[in-house]
Structure formats: C-alpha cells, structure tokens
C-alpha cells in the first residue's frame, strides 16, 4: 500500500537450481509460491501462483530416465491465493452445541429438475471448459523451441541469461510418452518447515501446502494465463448458467478415496458446509467460499454451486479444498478443531487421500509419499495418466547450508538455493559435478509488517516513516545479491494485474529509496520525538512517557533474520530501537493469528485475482493480522468483483468521482475516459 502499512521489501526472482543426483527448484525470491512437482499436481488443487520446477537426475540416470524426470511443470492446477505465512481463524473454544454450515443463511435449494427448467427460462447453460493439464502443458512445449539437448544443458554453467534459457528449455519437458518414464523413480526434495497438519483444510505452511497438492482432491485448476478450467481427470462436464447464478459440475464415477470408498458429490457439499463452520478453525479458504449461497450434491456426480450474485469472481470461489465426508461427518462435532481428538490424531498419523499419492511415514525427519494405484485404475483399468514418480520423499532441513550440503552429497535432489548460494556457492567444479542450477520467476511479495492495532504503528505517517527509513538497496544489492527487483506492489510486472505506466490510471510507481531525513519528518509529525536527549524517541500514551521500542518477530531462517537486522540499524539512525525475534514457524503463526506482535516479517503469495486478497487487506478479515483499515480499499474490493467483463471498466470505480483520493494518487480524471481499459 502506498500508505507503507505492509512495506512492501522486494520482488523475488525465483532461481532454480537443478541438483544432486535428483530434481532441484532454487528460489530467490520477494515473488513467489510453493512448489509443485508436476504429474503429481494433477490429481489436486494448490494454492499459489505459477511457478517452475525443474526436475534432473544429472548422474546415475540412463536417457529415458532423464526425460522422464527432467521437466518443469507450471503450476496450471492451482486454486486460491498462497501465502508464505499463510495463519488464519482460530476454533471457537466456547462450550456450545457444534452446528455444521451454521455461517450459512438458511437456504433451501430446488429440486434438480426444477433448477433445470428456471435455467432453461433464462438463457440455459453455458459450457465451460474441461481439460487435462498435462495435455495443455504438453502442446504448448511442442510449439517451443528446443534450445538444448539434455547433454548440452548439463555441461553448460549458468552464467548467463542465454544459458539460463538453454537449461530450462532442456530439461523442463515433459516426458513424450510413458515409454520415457521410469516409474521406479524416487525424488528427494528438501523442505525447511515440518509438516504440522495433514488436513488440507487446514494447510498454513509452504510444505502443508506442498503435501497437499500431492495427497489432495481438487475439481478445478487455471493454466498459465489464469483461465480457469475443471481437471479432466476429476469432472465430466462444467457449465454455468447464463445468469453466471449457478455452476454445475458433473463428476467422474471412478474416483476413489485412498481407502476405496468413491470420491462423490456429496464430499463436495460436505466439505463447503465445514468451512462454513464458526467453529472448526479454516485458516484461509473461508475468503471467497462464503461469497457462495450453497453447495448442492444432487446424486453422487450432480453437484450445483449457488451463487448469491453473479460475479466474476465466483469462478475462484467455487474452487476449495475437499475431505472425505465418511471419515469426518461422525468426529466432526466432537472435535471441531480437526486435530485434538484420539481419532483425528490418528487421521493426522493416517490420512485418507484423494490425490495421486499417499502418506507412508511422517515425522521430524522427513515425510515419504508414494503413489497410490487407485488414484489412476479402476476395476482393473487405467483411467487417468499414472503419476511419474513412485515416492516423494520431502526432507526436513530448516538451516540453508545444510541442505546445500545434503544437495552436493547425492541425498536430496533439489532445494530452494539463497541468494548467496546461487551467486557465491554454486559455481565450482564440485557443484557442477554433479548438480546444476537454473532460475525463473515466482509471484510473492515479502514485506515487513506493521500491527496498526498497537500504540506504535497505529498512524499511517510511522508506518510510511518505517519504510523510508529502510534502506533498500543494500537489502538488494548485498542480501539479495541483486537477484531480486524491488517491489512497487504486490503484483509482478509480467502479471496482468499490475500497475504499472501503461495502466489504465496511467501512474508510473517507482521503487522506495532510503530516505532518512523524510522519515525522520514523519516520526517528528506523528508525535514521537527524542523529550529527553538519550537517542531515542519517545510519546506520551496515556499519560505515560513510551520509548519508541519494538520487537519484531521472523521466521528462524538467516536470510529473513538478517534482513531484520537491517532493518534494526536502520531505525537506530532515526531513533527508534528495535529488537529481532526469531521464531520456529508454529509460534510464528500462532503470534500472527492472534496479533500477539508489534512488527513482523513475511510474505504472501499474490494469488489468482486481486480479490483473492481481500481477507489480507480487507477490513476486519481473517488473514489482516496487521489490522490494516482502508474504507477505500474496502470499497474497491465489493466495486470490482461486481464490475462486468473481466472488471475492465476501470471508469465506473467510485475512485475517478473522489477528488481526494486522485489528487493523492496524482491522476488525470480525464483518463478515465481516455483509457477505459487494462488493455488500454
């Protein structure tokens, strides 16, 4: 926000460094999402934005092994927003009586075959695309060129944009056939966080997530360009009706549940009620899904989604994530919380999936998932692609180094590389030995964050002190070894919500320099000013003098503390003390959820829509830890997912009729008749 609230640090460039004897993704980042490995993705719904992933055996792999593991799959299959500190609601701790879909406003849905005729009165159904991923992926590689073969690509060095390009282009396909597959294989990949739930209704973490997207059951997906479709391997048919007030989803009949009981409709139905649950503690996915009116199983394949108005943004709503109704409709009123239970323990231990794999052993090790055979055969049949690899196995290695030593010594195959691993640790003969590195770009904003419920940052002018006060460029250039751009938002340039010239506002945002005698202005402005001579500003808050002191708390991840650090030498300059708190990741979330913070460090993933966003930026909503209050931000969350084709119409936002607000953003009214559209 221009306002500083979230102080927007700075873009990642996502780096993918191919390692070991296996696949490796390494991230710089400041824009960026969890990784997805791809055949797997197709039996699940994630939650992020578009990113690669470059899978590799460099040694130790005969060449129809190589082309089997050597790709990189865009995450086409991805659902709703995802966040790098993704915390949301927490359970209702009260005694009273459990009510399943008690947020629901009493609805009583029609009969199938009166919603058909209504439909047929008001223009019918429109038929909405059904496609498999994998086919989408695969023709748009055959219409790339091949800059490389795999032998090429392995003996180059990553020390250019043309060789960068070389590398994914060679080893970022997908196998041609199955006869180029080696379904023995096992990948390694390493993962910083452990794994806390198993629940896909309660994912919170990059590795949640990442389970997840292998272990989960999902309907719907988007490609590249963010056009929704449903997953082929899930549904037969989607349409929505012409007054965009209903979806209806026709599903497969040879879906199956990890335990053989067949995945239905009615888990559909059952899963949106228990988001819809005051008490059961949905962490993200309830922003969006309660826009929906109803959820409706007919029959076991016949679902409708109801929608209370026909906005653009239903299309996002309707994708969420789905758990067996027959394992959880009985303990569900026991035990709200999905965790605490005798029973849900054991499911967390045990968990019954839909996606292409299963869990085979968790612990504060590692977690090993292994393909499931019911997943792609029915009654003796193959019916959906077999996932390419027979084990996931997802390491846990929190320290930076250490991963990169267990890459070099063959025991994971891929990792996230740092800045400084990518720039200064990943050049040598050694590593090219036997690993190789690539990058690429991945949409998540970092920033440093600011509690404007507390004492401190409640006025917007310390907020936008704090921001000036940091200084950027060596957070660039010497931490993030000029990897990364700096963010002027919280959408990529290369993403098509971006604000950028040539919009419709026609505002140019440059980057935030340092500027140390503006942030001092604003501190004086706002109140807080050095009264007795000791270094330090100070206010008195009723009736108490408060010394301008703070802690902010972070991830125990180096790169994350020492950007921190920074950002403490940099407020010592104007006076204001604070003190670094690193955090294990549970903790980290738990003080977020519940606001037990002054400042904090993290990162979101910019998701599919701008509305996806709303329940961080949104007044009162369950991921605005920071309790940002914006009417106008509020205003033009309902304005723009009401506004008709595709929300184009950027001259009927209430923004162009508020002098105030364009004399602030410095913009010509007449632009908006000018330049009607994004496209414009």
Not at 191 to 204: F, G, K, V
Request: hydrophobic letters at 35%.
């Amino acid at each position: 926000m221009r306002d500083g609230t979230a102080g927007d640090v700075c873009r990642r460039t996502f780096l993918i460094g191919l390692v070991g004897d296996g696949a490796l993704a390494c991230g710089v980042i400041y824009l960026a999402v969890p990784s997805l490995l791809a055949a797997e993705c197709r039996f699940s719904v994630n939650h992020g934005a578009p990113k690669i992933l470059v899978l590799l055996r460099k040694n130790s792999m005969n060449t129809r092994s190589r082309t089997a593991l050597l790709w990189i799959i865009l995450a086409l299959f991805v659902g709703c927003s995802q966040e790098a500190n993704n915390v949301g609601d927490n359970a209702d701790d009260s005694e009273e009586t459990f009510v399943l879909g008690d947020l629901l406003k009493p609805f009583d849905p029609p009969s199938l075959e009166s919603l058909e005729q209504s439909v047929a009165k008001d223009g019918g159904w429109i038929d909405r695309p059904v496609l498999d991923s994998l086919v989408l992926l695969r023709d748009r590689q055959a219409k790339e060129p091949v800059l490389a073969t795999v032998d090429q690509a392995l003996a180059l060095r990553n020390n250019s944009d043309e060789d960068n390009s070389k590398i994914l282009s060679a080893l970022g396909r997908l196998p041609k056939s199955d006869s180029d597959v080696n379904f023995a294989a096992q990948i390694t990949r390493a993962t910083p966080q452990a794994l806390n739930n198993q629940n896909p209704l309660l994912a919170s973490t990059m590795t949640e997530f990442e389970v997840s997207s292998l272990t989960g059951f999902g309907l719907f997906g988007f490609d590249w360009n963010f056009t929704p479709f449903a997953s082929k391997d899930a549904v037969r048919s989607w349409q929505t009706s012409k007054d965009g007030l209903y979806d209806k989803v026709i599903m497969r009949d040879d879906l199956l549940w990890s335990d053989g009981t067949p995945i239905t409709a009615h888990d559909i139905e059952f899963s949106f009620k228990v988001i819809m649950s005051s008490q059961v503690p949905i962490r993200a996915q309830r922003t969006g899904t309660e826009a929906i009116k109803y959820v409706k199983a007919y029959d076991d394949q016949t679902l409708v989604y109801f929608h209370n108005e026909p906005l653009q943004t239903n299309v996002w709503n309707i994708n969420f994530s789905i758990i067996p109704k027959h394992i959880y409709e009985k303990s569900l009123a026991e035990d709200p919380s999905l965790v605490d239970s005798d029973y849900h323990v054991q499911l967390e231990e045990n968990p019954v999936t839909g996606g292409g794999y299963e869990v085979v052993k968790r612990d504060q090790v590692e977690v090993v998932l292994r393909r499931r055979e019911s997943a792609y055969m029915f009654d003796g049949k193959q019916v959906r692609e077999k996932p390419f690899f027979e084990s996931v196995r997802l390491r846990i290695i929190p320290e930076a180094s250490v991963r990169l030593l267990s890459l070099e010594a063959g025991d994971i195959d891929e990792m996230n590389l740092e800045p400084q691993q990518w720039s200064d640790q990943t050049n040598d003969d050694d590593f090219y030995r036997r690993c190789t590195k690539a990058r690429g770009l991945e949409w998540t904003s970092f920033s440093f964050q600011w509690n404007a419920s507390t004492p401190f940052f409640a006025d917007p002018k310390v907020r936008q002190a704090m921001t000036w006060a940091f200084d950027h460029d060596e957070m660039l250039g010497v931490h993030r070894k000029g990897l990364d751009q700096p963010c002027t938002g919280t959408y990529h340039p290369t993403s098509r919500w971006y604000p950028g010239s040539g919009n419709a506002v026609g505002v140019k945002i440059e980057p935030v320099k340092q500027d140390l005698d503006k942030a001092k202005m604003l501190l004086d402005e706002a109140g807080w000013v050095d009264s007795d001579g000791d270094g330090y500003r100070d206010k008195e808050i009723n009736g108490k003098k408060r010394k301008f002191e703070f802690t902010i708390v972070v991830r125990n991840a180096k790169e994350r503390i020492d950007l921190c650090e920074l950002l403490a030498q940099n407020l010592r300059l104007v006076g204001v003390a604070c003190n670094v708190k690193p955090l294990e990741s549970a903790t980290l979330q738990d003080k977020l959820f519940n606001k037990q913070f002054a400042a904090a460090f993290g990162g979101w993933g910019t998701g599919a829509d701008p509305d996806t966003s709303e329940n961080i930026w949104g007044s009162g909503q369950q991921r605005n830890f920071v309790d940002y209050k914006n009417p106008l931000v509020d205003e033009l969350f309902e304005e723009g997912r009401k506004m008709p084709e595709d929300r184009k119409p950027w001259k009927d936002l209430k923004l162009w009729k508020n002098p105030e607000v364009l004399a602030y953003l410095q913009v010509d009214p007449s632009l908006a008749e000018n330049q009607p559209t994004r496209e414009d």
